[in-house]
């Protein structure tokens, strides 16, 4: 049985920093791609960052430049360091896993979830 568990969420003052773990178990991890998606109240889910099984990675936007996505596959598990956050940033934070060499995917095709860790951001 597939297990993603977030870990590392809380609250934190704008400008300040929170790192989030995800633990994977149960799943090949090094075969997988692994993302960190959020959804804050009354909006989509969106792609935040992913890594690749190679280390390739993406950002959104918004994102660039503050949050450093990073996997260990000794430990089966992707790290999300989230810096200069800002109240934008509030919301439930989703680790995602989809099995191939991609580093983006749909979200539909996203093949395991976690269960969610809600970071909340004072302005």
């Known amino acids: 049985q597939v297990q993603l568990v977030e870990s590392g969420g809380g609250l934190v003052q704008a400008g300040g920093s929170l790192r989030l773990s995800c633990a994977a178990s149960?799943?090949?991890?090094?075969?997988?791609?692994m993302g960190w998606y959020r959804q804050a109240p009354g909006k989509e889910r969106e792609l935040v960052a992913a890594?690749?099984?190679?280390?390739?990675?993406y950002y959104t936007a918004s994102v660039k430049g503050r949050f450093t996505i990073s996997r260990d596959n000794a430990k089966n598990t992707v790290y999300l360091q989230m810096n200069s956050l800002k109240p934008e940033d509030t919301a439930i934070y989703y680790c995602?896993?989809?099995?191939?060499?991609?580093?983006?995917?749909?979200?539909?095709?996203?093949?395991?979830w976690g269960q969610g860790t809600q970071v909340t951001v004072s302005s």
């Open positions: 995602a896993a989809k099995r191939g060499r991609a580093v983006v995917y749909s979200i539909t095709s996203i093949d395991h």
């Open positions: 149960g799943l090949t991890f090094s075969s997988y791609a």
């Open positions: 890594i690749s099984s190679v280390d390739i990675t």
